[in-house]
């Protein structure tokens, strides 16, 4: 499919290449023509087929074409307006500009090929990454958890030692040819099985080291009972660390309830901080959600700066529609709005000391994905797997507790690879609603935990979640924009 996507923020001009994920910053006059060039692309084109496409770029070629109804039209009057604006040699100049990117295949590029190319499962079989649920418990009753405030629907209860290590047994022998890989400490609320934790890793560091792999670890926690014992040995054994907090104190609290109902804000925050300046240069970020009740986002966003967190990120709720704390399309201008505040103050705070990392916002221009990822994303069910605390194996920790995504057990040694294969095969090239996407790969075809949610189909991306990351990206080619000017368009610095 053919896909070109141009918007403008802060003052600039840009277009996205859908077929070859090009990025290109236009001036006005290329960004008013390419745009009368997609109007006119809109009028001819042939749903599902390039010919017409390739109709409209011989002509724009000569400056003549035809119409759907094959009607001649004067390529000088489509242009009038742009030539009393600018001047017919700036435009002529920048059309033959534009078709130098469309023969460099940079523009307009057409990604039928990857049909032949790729197969119909696309994804890796080797795992990757495991991420072990230590504790189906949690010590506080967050009203979104999608989790079921940590019970996952089922019973409240720790994973045993025994199990922890099958896990990390099972990742070491089905990641054959590869160096590095990964476990996630999940819940729940995995301090709550502390104890285990820790045998884990001293299990998985003496077992990595023997095959020559290296195991890193990440732990996600709300906070509650963390100590200056935990916070030290976590800063010294994992890899990253995601601190659940939601940000200001009124938003985090409404939200986030204590078994007590004491303020989970006021009691996390001075204990993520300190442990936030231990870090010092290594992995964190502090990972908030928010929702209808905080559509004012941004604030959050520099609430947590302003507190000393340089990792931040806020992620939209994904829940069912009907609850009152729910986003819905008709939030999305507002929703977009506070993104791009957000980019602007990422922009002023740069050069400055007091600069922060916003998790969306990374975007290399120098080195994306491979063609794997970028058609697959996550790799959940295939590289990546979520083991429970009886051992059942789902395709990723979301999915987790929804009986038909269960993919085996350790225990018993099975591995439902049917399955499997199911989700190898939900790329982005076989979502209908993505092949026409300009930011198909990028995205990767979005969440499937998200698409079940929303539309009880992998296949099916959720269009509030695409919707809210397709302005991300916008955000995030912005970002980097004015980021370049900032370097003097050093990329590399």
Not at 44 to 54: F, K, L, R, V
Not at 238 to 267: A, I, K, P, Q
Not at 360 to 386: D, I, P, V, W
Request: with cysteine; charged share 25%.
């Amino acid at each position: 499919m053919i896909s070109v996507h141009r918007f403008a923020q802060g003052g600039l001009f840009f277009a996205v290449d859908g077929g070859s994920a090009s990025i290109h910053q236009l001036d006005e006059v290329a960004y008013e023509l390419l745009g009368l060039w997609l109007k006119l692309t809109k009028q001819a084109e042939d749903p599902g087929s390039t010919t017409a496409y390739q109709e409209l770029l011989d002509g724009w070629r000569t400056w003549s074409g035809e119409a759907e109804d094959g009607a001649r039209f004067s390529w000088w009057q489509v242009h009038q307006p742009l030539y009393d604006k600018y001047g017919l040699e700036a435009v002529k100049e920048t059309g033959k500009e534009l078709m130098e990117l469309v023969d460099e295949g940079l523009l307009f590029a057409d990604d039928s090929y990857l049909d032949e190319l790729v197969g119909p499962e696309v994804g890796s079989q080797t795992l990757k990454a495991i991420c072990l649920n230590v504790s189906h418990d949690c010590d506080l009753r967050c009203r979104y958890c999608f989790a079921g405030m940590g019970a996952f629907g089922g019973q409240r209860l720790n994973m045993s030692a025994e199990i922890a290590r099958k896990a990390l047994d099972f990742l070491l022998e089905n990641s054959p040819g590869r160096e590095r890989v990964e476990v996630d400490f999940f819940g729940g609320e995995p301090l709550l099985n502390l104890p285990v934790v820790k045998e884990t890793v001293a299990y998985g560091e003496k077992q990595a080291a023997a095959q020559g792999k290296e195991i890193r670890f990440t732990l996600t926690t709300n906070g509650m009972l963390l100590d200056d014992e935990t916070a030290v040995y976590l800063n010294d054994k994992m890899f990253n660390l995601v601190l659940s907090l939601d940000g200001r104190r009124e938003v985090n609290d409404r939200m986030r309830l204590s078994l007590d109902g004491s303020s989970v804000y006021d009691t996390v925050l001075p204990r993520f901080q300190q442990l936030a300046k231990l870090r010092g240069d290594r992995q964190y970020y502090v990972r908030g959600t928010y929702t209808a009740y905080n559509k004012d986002f941004y604030e959050d966003v520099r609430h947590l700066v302003g507190a000393g967190f340089d990792r931040v990120s806020i992620e939209p709720v994904v829940t069912d529609p009907q609850r009152p704390y729910a986003l819905k399309p008709q939030d999305l201008p507002e929703l977009f709005h506070q993104y791009e505040q957000l980019a602007d103050y990422y922009c002023e705070l740069y050069p400055a000391s007091q600069r922060f990392e916003f998790y969306h916002f990374n975007l290399s221009l120098l080195q994306g994905q491979c063609l794997s990822k970028r058609l697959t994303g996550c790799g959940a069910g295939g590289e990546y797997l979520a083991v429970t605390p009886n051992g059942d194996i789902y395709p990723c920790h979301q999915f987790v507790g929804r009986d038909d995504y269960r993919l085996g057990n350790l225990m018993d040694g099975s591995l439902d690879e049917d399955l499997q294969r199911t989700f190898r095969k939900a790329h982005v090239l076989a979502k209908e609603d993505c092949r026409g996407c300009w930011a198909r790969f990028f995205c990767s075809g979005g969440c499937h935990a998200n698409a079940v949610s929303a539309n009880g189909d992998i296949y099916k991306p959720d269009h509030l979640s695409c919707e809210l990351l397709k302005k991300r990206l916008e955000c995030s080619i912005y970002i980097q924009a004015r980021l370049l000017a900032l370097r003097g368009g050093d990329v590399d610095n």
